[in-house]
């Protein structure tokens, strides 16, 4: 059974990402990842702001996968705080709201930074 947010779809358009390092694709499918986490918190909305912490914390201690690694809690809140951040810059550079943003958008703005270097 497959738990991941993102489908086999999205994971095969990432890994076309041919012009990016496997470290920026592996990049990639975290926060893409982490987007559809976001999502699935506040219930599949796709418009909107990045839900907040206490949000977070009481999916995670409500979902089953997690209620039995209670350990990797901290470290997954640490990740998702991370990724709110970095989501809440580019839906600020691309005009949305961070859960307004699509996998098409992350590989633009992946595709970019990485030509910039």
Not at 43 to 59: H, Q, R, T, Y
């Given at each position: 059974m497959n738990s991941s947010p993102l489908s086999l779809d999205d994971i095969q358009k990432i890994e076309g990402t041919q012009k990016l390092s496997a470290l920026e694709r592996h990049h990639l499918?975290?926060?893409?990842?982490?987007?559809?986490?976001?999502?699935?918190?506040?219930?599949?909305?796709?418009?909107?702001?990045?839900?907040?912490?206490?949000?977070?914390?009481?999916?995670?201690?409500?979902?089953?996968?997690?209620?039995?690694?209670?350990?990797?809690?901290?470290?997954?809140?640490?990740?998702?705080?991370?990724?709110?951040?970095?989501l809440q810059a580019i839906a600020k550079v691309l005009g949305k709201t961070p859960l307004e943003i699509n996998l098409d958008d992350l590989i633009k703005v992946s595709l970019n930074s990485a030509s910039a270097k």
């Open positions: 499918r975290i926060l893409a990842h982490c987007l559809e986490s976001f999502r699935e918190i506040t219930g599949g909305k796709i418009k909107g702001s990045i839900p907040e912490e206490n949000e977070i914390l009481e999916w995670c201690r409500n979902n089953e996968t997690l209620r039995e690694q209670k350990s990797f809690i901290p470290i997954l809140l640490k990740q998702l705080s991370s990724a709110s951040s970095q």
